[in-house]
């Protein structure tokens, strides 16, 4: 399998009212980008570092992929709908798909 794209996101959540609206949202860029969820709020712990409450990990088809969808106008759009319900450190990285 080539190389994928992927979105690893570490966030904290203020307000999960707000942030069900960014979920819902959601679904449209990433499906537009062809991302998906391989790691989505299951239980986690800090072992060495610092963390936050909720960690995600997002798969795309290939690394250039992953930058279109966080660029794209549509998430632009979603970021401004948990900006004040959450924290969010994301980074996106290139790596092989192992499945």
Sequence with gaps: MG????????????????????LDYVSGPFGKYGGKY????GRSKVVEGQGRDRNIIIEFPDYDTALA???SAEYQQ??????????????VVEGHGLW
């Design 69 to 71: 969808c966080y660029a």
């Design 3 to 22: 190389k994928r794209g992927y979105w690893i996101a570490s966030v904290r959540i203020d307000d999960e009212e707000k942030y069900k609206k960014y």
């Design 78 to 91: 979603a970021i401004l709908l948990r900006k004040d319900a959450s924290i969010n450190d994301i980074i």
């Design 38 to 41: 391989l790691v989505r709020a």
